[in-house]
């Protein structure tokens, strides 16, 4: 008998009562597999203690201190957090973003569906399609986007130029102008729909047709398929990239910094509150109150979140 075998007869015991020398070579035997695995782990291990669990109580305790990164951290207790309840820009960053989020995402995810049902249909050349509309969510957050998008929004910018060609002059500067700097990132969170767009894609496919023929048979229209078929079986992929967009667009930071050199400007108009954050942190070095900041996201992050998945037994349908 091999030695695969004998090992396969120990554990499962023959049919019969293992003998007091089996139970004994059947713990070893374990012993030596968790071993083993806890040895591929422990980088994993070490990682999440030294780069995640280590920083996040770290920046807790600063929360409740003052600390200017040049002296040692002071105990203040809950005083940060008093402090936010007066802070005017913060509340004002608080707008911003949530100004951002709750536009931006749901007009980033209606535009990735959309894409994604054309792309379903078939056509030539969909590798090249998917990875040209993907190209975006891989670029969108960089620092080489945001200086050409404040390039594009900019006075004498791409965007004025093509009104000028349709006989509409413009001399706005749309970056600068407080009224239209916030949209103008907005578009460029819209812009970036790439992640998304693939998730659903990969939704759509999974879909039986048969639903959409027997649909068909029965009379119902485009819309009405899309409707009563594609949404429902597609909610679970739609509630997925949902959460996952709020999440990302609560911590954008990259476009609001380049496209208004750091300040938030104009007017504060696109202080979003990662940068009001960075301001804190590192402007003004009062890093205890930005860790407060940091936990107050989190908090906040963590609300909406669950309110989602609370909201979700109304509208995500799952096959059970």
């Known amino acids: ?36 695995a ?10 999440l203690i030294v780069i995640t669990i280590g920083p996040l109580l770290a920046s807790l305790y600063l929360s409740f201190t003052r600390y200017s990164l040049l002296q040692p951290p002071e105990w203040i207790g809950v005083q940060n957090y008093l402090d936010m309840l007066g802070d005017s820009r913060l509340h004002h960053s608080l707008q911003v973003t949530l100004t951002y989020v709750v536009v931006g995402v749901p007009l980033q995810l209606a535009f990735a569906l959309a894409v994604a049902v054309v792309l379903d249909r078939g056509m030539r050349g969909l590798p090249l399609y998917r990875s040209v509309f993907y190209l975006p969510s891989m670029l969108g957050g960089s620092v080489a986007i945001a200086l ?13 130029q093509v009104l000028g060609w349709v006989g509409i002059q413009s001399t706005t500067g749309w970056v600068s102008d407080p009224s239209y700097a916030l949209w103008t ?6 812009w970036t729909f790439g992640s998304p767009m693939v998730i659903f894609l990969a939704g759509l496919r999974q879909i039986p047709v048969m639903y959409h023929e027997a649909a068909a048979v029965d009379g119902a229209t485009r819309w ?25 667009a609560f911590q954008s930071f ?16 696109t202080m979003f509150y990662s940068l009001y954050l ?10 205890g109150y930005a860790a407060a900041m940091a936990w107050l996201l989190v908090l906040i992050v963590g609300v ?17």
């Open 38 to 47: 806890y040895l591929f782990l422990a980088p994993w291990f070490l990682g």
């Open 278 to 287: 960075y301001q804190k942190g590192f402007g003004q070095f009062q890093m």
């Open 148 to 160: 050409l998008w404040r390039q594009m929004f900019g006075t004498d910018g791409l965007v004025n």
């Open 304 to 320: 909406l979140t669950a309110v989602n998945f609370l909201l979700s037994r109304f509208w995500v349908f799952y096959d059970d």
């Open 254 to 269: 990259t476009q609001a910094f380049v496209v208004s050199g750091g300040t938030g400007g104009p007017a504060d108009s």
């Open 224 to 248: 009405t398929r899309f409707r009563r078929i594609t949404l429902p079986l597609l909610s679970p992929i739609i509630f997925f990239n949902l959460v996952l967009q709020l999440i990302n």
């Open 185 to 190: 990132i907005i578009l460029l969170h819209v």
């Open 1 to 36: 008998m091999s030695a695969i075998s004998e090992l396969s007869a120990l554990r499962s015991g023959g049919g019969r009562p293992r003998t007091p020398e089996e139970k004994a070579a059947l713990r070893r035997e374990n012993n030596r597999d968790n071993k083993a």
